[in-house]
């Protein structure tokens, strides 16, 4: 299997791209940043040096040519303002599903985040913080609305660096908690190999149930 990953150099990114090529898989990592090519290779991973937020249809779609599957897992990140959770996390996203459709790729993970579409947050809380779930609620309907795609929506809690246990809490709705970045990493895998996975949105936190287990 051949997986494209957008937001490569992440966290995230980097612990799926050694996951799927430690079994053999084919990982790529799409990056804005050429000097990130070294920690992609150290996992095992190829690198795509495009940046997202700039390049055309035409031009994502290009590198998207056999691949099997698409992940996005790029975010704007600590620091950035609300301009670019709307053209990294929402835009870059759009983007990417765009990509996927004209080079027939037809499955779409997405790594959003927990409570995306619950508006009850707006008020009172960092403007910053409500675009960012905005513009993850708006590239989530955005994806989960084409039919020219089979996608997952993948929305964990507070990212932790803690060690992965296999275990997890999976459901639609499954109030605050935390999950360390391996889980979610070992989760992206099984959706990948779960193509019955395709049309669901999930949360998911730390639990006390095997990951392909609470998939299913």
Known sequence: MRVVIAGGH?????????????????AAGLVRNPAHAPDLEAVGATTIVLDLEHASVAEVAAQLEGADAVVFAA?????????RKQTVDRDAAILL???????GVTRYVMVSAISADDRSLDPGYDPVFVAYIRAKSEADTDVRART????????????TDEPGTGLVHIAETTGRGEIPRADVAAVLLAVLDAPETAGRTFEVIAGDTPITAALA
């Open 148 to 159: 020219g795609l089979a996608t997952t929506i993948v929305r964990p809690g507070r990212l």
């Open 10 to 26: 992440g966290k995230i990114a980097l612990l799926l791209e050694q996951l799927l090529a430690g079994r053999g898989d084919t």
């Open 75 to 83: 975010g704007a990140g600590p620091g950035s303002g609300a301009e």
């Open 97 to 103: 599903a765009d990509a996927a459709e004209a080079a």
